[in-house]
């Protein structure tokens, strides 16, 4: 198992996240490390860019409470209390490629939380216009992939990925996702 930092750890502690009720309505909120330890409904958005060559745009997880820290990943938010889950998709597109415009997000699948895995996932996704790519102060933080490449990585090397790329890779991310251009 991928540990945490302490810092990490520390720093989300006290951010608060909504826990959803059994209809999947914000219920409450409280701090993430206690809604992991207790395995309450909470919602995560995930959101899926494309480079202008249809590749899906990967990148290095941080240290989280999520864990899996160091495995390829979509970009992840997880909605602030009050925020849209399409709002925490900007939000995620403006940190990762801070001098451009965000674009309009295409919905491609919203999957209910249950008990075995109480996250509900919002997945998104568009396409960037040539010459235009995520930024990050790391080296080999992006990895881009096609469609094939994709589902090698996951067949012969699954631990490499994490659990949220699993889950939409094994929903057919590429066959749902059209892409979504800045020029239409």
């Given at each position: 198992?991928?540990?945490?930092?302490?810092?990490?750890?520390?720093?989300?502690?006290?951010?608060?996240?909504?826990?959803?009720?059994?209809?999947?309505?914000?219920?409450?909120?409280?701090?993430?490390?206690?809604?992991?330890?207790?395995?309450?409904?909470?919602?995560?958005?995930?959101?899926?860019?494309?480079?202008?060559?249809?590749?899906?745009?990967?990148?290095?997880?941080?240290?989280?409470?999520?864990?899996?820290?160091?495995?390829?990943?979509?970009?992840?938010?997880?909605?602030?209390?009050?925020?849209?889950?399409?709002?925490?998709?900007?939000?995620?597109?403006?940190?990762?490629?801070?001098?451009?415009?965000?674009?309009?997000?295409?919905?491609?699948?919203?999957?209910?939380?249950?008990?075995?895995?109480?996250?509900?996932?919002?997945?998104?996704?568009?396409?960037?216009?040539?010459?235009?790519?995520?930024?990050?102060?790391?080296?080999?933080?992006?990895?881009?992939?096609?469609?094939?490449?994709?589902?090698?990585?996951?067949?012969?090397?699954?631990?490499?990925?994490?659990?949220?790329?699993l889950w939409a890779a094994s929903r057919g991310l590429y066959q749902k996702a059209l892409p979504v251009r800045f020029d239409e």
């Amino acid at each position: 198992m991928v540990k945490t930092s302490p810092q990490v750890r520390d720093a989300l502690a006290f951010e608060r996240i909504e826990v959803l009720d059994a209809r999947e309505r914000p219920l409450m909120h409280m701090p993430l490390a206690g809604i992991l330890k207790q395995k309450l409904p909470f919602r995560l958005v995930i959101l899926a860019l494309y480079d202008a060559e249809a590749r899906l745009i990967l990148c290095k997880r941080p240290p989280t409470p999520l864990g899996f820290s160091g495995t390829w990943d979509l970009f992840i938010a997880i909605p602030l209390p009050g925020e849209a889950r399409e709002d925490a998709a900007l939000r995620t597109f403006a940190s990762a490629i801070p001098r451009w415009e965000p674009p309009a997000l295409k919905l491609i699948q919203t999957t209910a939380a249950t008990p075995e895995l109480p996250i509900q996932h919002t997945l998104f996704h568009a396409t960037l216009p040539t010459g235009v790519h995520p930024e990050s102060q790391e080296r080999n933080a992006f990895l881009y992939v096609d469609a094939d490449e994709l589902a090698g990585l996951a067949t012969s090397v699954p631990e490499l990925l994490s659990p949220t790329l699993l889950w939409a890779a094994s929903r057919g991310l590429y066959q749902k996702a059209l892409p979504v251009r800045f020029d239409e």
